[in-house]
T-cell receptor, first 111, second 110 residues
Framework: DAEITQSPRHKITETGRQVTLACHQT?????MFWYRQDLGHGLRLIHY???????NKGEVSDGYSVSRSNTEDLPLTLESAASSQTSVYFC??????????FGPGTRLTVL | QKEVEQNSGPLSVPEGAIASLNCTYSDRGSQSFFWYRQYSGKSPELIMFIYSNGDKEDGRFTAQLNKASQYVSLLIRDSQPSDSATYLCAVNRDTGKLIFGQGTTLQVKP
């Protein structure tokens, strides 16, 4: 069955380290998204992509980057992790410009 | 004013009752509207979407849209304890990005 996966599911890192969160989907969706979810803020869009080589900044993109070299993957990189980036990160993909299906999430703790 | 507003709850209903979840949005250009269910510690799961004014039914769920009032609702009939979760309203603006409300927590008591 087609699916969307994220790895790792849990990550603990230290301030200043570079961290990459993986997102892989087998639906062949063009659109992929990264969100963070925090208490009091709900889901906030970090970056998104409408296809290979296309990336766009979302609402809270500072300190994050993405690259899209194929249809299946959109890795999210934290260039220099900060405690404020402790959060639950969700990747999502969709066939069009609206419907999105979410991955299981990655819980990131920055100490 | 937040772009998508929901009452955080918790909304508590007895088993078998109708749960009514409400959402308002500020951008009149919004095109499509979504309801996601999120169990504690899990990812959001799409349960309903609606594009046109009126009602859309899917099993025990009914989504209602009133664009003139900028109002979307989700009705859950015959509520079950397994419906206890946080329900997220999301709105698609012309950019194709979803804007999420902060969610309403529903508690269905046996």
């Amino acid at each position: 069955d087609a699916e969307i996966t994220q790895s790792p599911r849990h990550k603990i890192t230290e301030t200043g380290r570079q961290v990459t969160l993986a997102c892989h989907q087998t639906w062949n969706h063009n659109n992929m998204f990264w969100y963070r979810q925090d208490l009091g803020h709900g889901l906030r869009l970090i970056h998104y992509s409408y296809g290979v080589q296309d990336t766009n900044k979302g609402e809270v993109s500072d300190g994050y980057s993405v690259s899209r070299s194929n249809t299946e993957d959109l890795p999210l990189t934290l260039e220099s992790a900060a405690s404020s980036q402790t959060s639950v990160y969700f990747c999502a993909s969709g066939p069009g410009t609206d419907t999105q299906y979410f991955g299981p999430g990655t819980r990131l703790t920055v100490l | 004013q937040k772009e998508v507003e929901q009452n955080s709850g918790p909304l508590s209903v007895p088993e078998g009752a109708i749960a009514s979840l409400n959402c308002t949005y500020s951008d009149r250009g919004s095109q499509s509207f979504f309801w996601y269910r999120q169990y504690s510690g899990k990812s959001p799961e799409l349960i309903m979407f609606i594009y046109s004014n009126g009602d859309k039914e899917d099993g025990r769920f009914t989504a209602q849209l009133n664009k003139a009032s900028q109002y979307v609702s989700l009705l859950i009939r015959d509520s079950q304890p397994s419906d206890s979760a946080t329900y997220l309203c999301a709105v698609n603006r012309d950019t194709g990005k979803l804007i999420f409300g902060q969610g309403t927590t529903l508690q269905v008591k046996p």
